[in-house]
């Protein structure tokens, strides 16, 4: 196997894994846009509490990284940020 191949394919790993993080994002939030409603309380989750449910440390570096990503996620359109800070999953247009 060429270096291009190796290099494609290590490509190719890295967004499956990023493909499964996401997943499970939306799967955290969507489990707790649910509670929220069920408890006719606030919807959406801060960084902190969103890489908690994900299972990282509440220490600056990891809730910072899981900021970062969802941020991410906002900016492609996979999520929403209703308020500064909060996130959830994107509403369906229409």
């Given at each position: 196997m060429g270096f291009l191949e190796a290099r494609g394919t290590a490509v190719q790993v890295r967004v499956e894994e990023l493909r499964e993080e996401a997943e499970r994002v939306l799967a955290e939030l969507?489990?707790?846009e649910a509670e929220a409603e069920a408890e006719a309380g606030g919807s959406g989750l801060r960084a902190r509490e969103l890489a908690g449910r994900l299972g990282?440390?509440?220490v600056?570096?990891?809730v910072e990284?899981?900021?970062s990503m969802v941020k991410?996620?906002?900016e492609r359109g996979w999520l929403a940020e209703e308020r500064p800070?909060?996130?959830t999953p994107r509403r369906a247009a229409g």
């Amino acid at each position: 196997m060429g270096f291009l191949e190796a290099r494609g394919t290590a490509v190719q790993v890295r967004v499956e894994e990023l493909r499964e993080e996401a997943e499970r994002v939306l799967a955290e939030l969507a489990e707790a846009e649910a509670e929220a409603e069920a408890e006719a309380g606030g919807s959406g989750l801060r960084a902190r509490e969103l890489a908690g449910r994900l299972g990282l440390e509440w220490v600056p570096a990891k809730v910072e990284g899981a900021r970062s990503m969802v941020k991410r996620l906002v900016e492609r359109g996979w999520l929403a940020e209703e308020r500064p800070g909060v996130f959830t999953p994107r509403r369906a247009a229409g």
